[in-house]
């Protein structure tokens, strides 16, 4: 695979592509009601985007519910599959947790 980065939502563009990247794999490919998808919950979660070469090939969502952090809606781009990738943004977003103080105890 080439170059992955995978980062913090940051402005417009990277919001549109991490709606766009949700919005094929759950309500086109897997056929989810767009009410589930788009619900209102995105301002309660801090959002991740991956990109390889550039290119929006993956997100997920981190939500704080009480003293929990649930990361969620994890999506990886058809053509991206199978490398791997899903695994990266889910531990990019348990990092991120560990750094910001969660605990990972079970």
Known sequence: ???VEIGIVEG??????????RW???VREQRAP?????DGE???CAQVLARVS????????LRRLGRTLKIQRV???????GRGLGADIVRFRV???????ASTRR
Do not use: K, Q, S, Y
Not at 76 to 81: D, I, K, L, P, T
């Open 12 to 21: 417009p563009a990277d919001v549109a592509a991490r709606l766009a990247l």
């Open 24 to 26: 094929d794999a759950f």
């Open 42 to 44: 995105d301002a309660a």
């Open 54 to 61: 550039g290119e929006p090939a993956g997100a997920a969502g």
């Open 1 to 3: 695979m080439n170059r």
């Open 95 to 101: 990092d991120r947790a560990r750094e910001a103080g």
């Open 34 to 38: 767009e009410a589930d998808e788009i």
């Open 75 to 81: 999506c990886v781009a058809e053509r991206f599959r």
